[in-house]
């Protein structure tokens, strides 16, 4: 699908978006690939965006062609307010959804999705979403709304190191068992797997920083980076670290990358909790 900064373009609408199917329960797919708001009851517009980005290739409805343009303004990649429980609750039941992967924020979601692809997998054909939460402070929250006591879908999560005990704290109050492993990633029988230090720094070191520059020059970011090593708080940091702070410096570099560093990774040094919390749910 042709896209303008993550939204279907409007110009040269998907093929598949186009196709009609029967018993979708949020309204109309257009020939746009999207949706006309006044369908999407009790949502707000950030869970019509987040709807129309996850559910168009899903071929899930079987209707007209309506859209409204004030729901389909093109928006930078992130970052973006991430979806509440109960608007996460409306868009799995929209998608018909079998199992979640929550993750702390959009850069999670574009790695997890862009390594499925690269798996041969389709999550939304296997009725998976990957479920950005806004940090591991709220996964209480989303797994009482969407795990055993809620909507019943399997879950399996993807954190920071650093917040692996809160989430082991906040799925015990939701009332799944949680893990007692002390191996951080594999030990994670709760299906909840943790990033060492994060996301970024697991891929970049995967990657390696050569590769991780050659990935920033391809993209024209390369010059940038050059005068970001420049400022004075980045002399003396070794690269490693001045390339994950970087990724973080501007709104949507970290999304973009998350996907585009797992675009360049072998298949084989793909960290392991990436690929746990994909396995954890597969049909």
């Known amino acids: 699908m042709n896209t303008f900064r993550g939204f279907p373009d409007t110009t040269s609408p998907d093929p598949q978006a186009v196709q009609t199917h029967r018993g979708c329960p949020t309204g109309h797919l257009t020939r746009t690939g999207l949706l006309?708001?006044?369908?999407?009851?009790?949502?707000?517009?950030?869970?019509?965006?987040?709807?129309?980005?996850?559910?168009?290739?899903?071929?899930?409805?079987?209707?007209?062609?309506?859209?409204?343009?004030?729901?389909?303004?093109?928006?930078?990649?992130?970052?973006?307010?991430?979806?509440?429980p109960h608007s996460a609750r409306?868009?799995?039941?929209?998608?018909?959804?079998?199992?979640?992967?929550?993750?702390?924020?959009?850069?999670?979601?574009?790695?997890?999705?862009?390594?499925?692809r690269r798996r041969g997998r389709n999550l939304r054909a296997e009725g998976?979403?990957?479920?950005?939460?806004?940090?591991a402070t709220n996964v209480q929250r989303f797994v009482q709304a969407l795990g055993p006591n809620g909507l019943g879908v399997q879950l399996a999560g993807l954190c920071d190191v650093a917040e692996l005990a809160h989430v082991r704290r906040g799925l015990a109050r939701a009332g799944v068992a949680a893990s007692t492993g002390t191996d951080i990633v594999a030990g994670a029988?709760?299906?909840?797997?943790?990033?060492?230090?994060?996301?970024?720094?697991e891929l970049i070191?995967?990657?390696?920083?050569?590769?991780?520059?050659?990935?920033?020059?391809?993209?024209?970011?390369?010059?940038?980076?050059?005068?970001?090593?420049?400022?004075?708080?980045?002399?003396?940091r070794d690269l490693h670290a001045q390339l994950?702070?970087?990724?973080?410096?501007?709104?949507?570099?970290?999304?973009?990358?998350g996907a585009l560093l797992v675009d360049a990774l072998d298949l084989d040094r793909v960290p392991l909790a990436l690929d746990l919390a994909l396995a954890r749910v597969r049909g």
């Open 205 to 236: 070191r995967a990657l390696g920083t050569a590769a991780v520059e050659r990935v920033l020059e391809a993209e024209g970011d390369l010059a940038s980076f050059r005068r970001f090593q420049d400022q004075p708080a980045q002399r003396g």
């Open 244 to 257: 994950r702070r970087f990724l973080g410096t501007r709104a949507g570099r970290k999304v973009r990358y």
């Open 36 to 84: 006309h708001r006044r369908q999407i009851t009790g949502g707000s517009r950030r869970l019509r965006a987040f709807v129309i980005r996850s559910l168009s290739p899903l071929q899930s409805c079987g209707h007209d062609v309506t859209v409204d343009p004030s729901a389909t303004t093109p928006r930078a990649p992130g970052p973006r307010p991430p979806l509440d």
């Open 128 to 135: 998976v979403v990957v479920v950005p939460i806004g940090g």
């Open 189 to 201: 029988d709760d299906g909840f797997y943790a990033c060492d230090a994060d996301l970024e720094d």
């Open 90 to 116: 409306l868009l799995l039941s929209a998608a018909k959804a079998r199992a979640a992967i929550l993750v702390e924020g959009w850069s999670d979601q574009a790695a997890l999705e862009a390594l499925a």
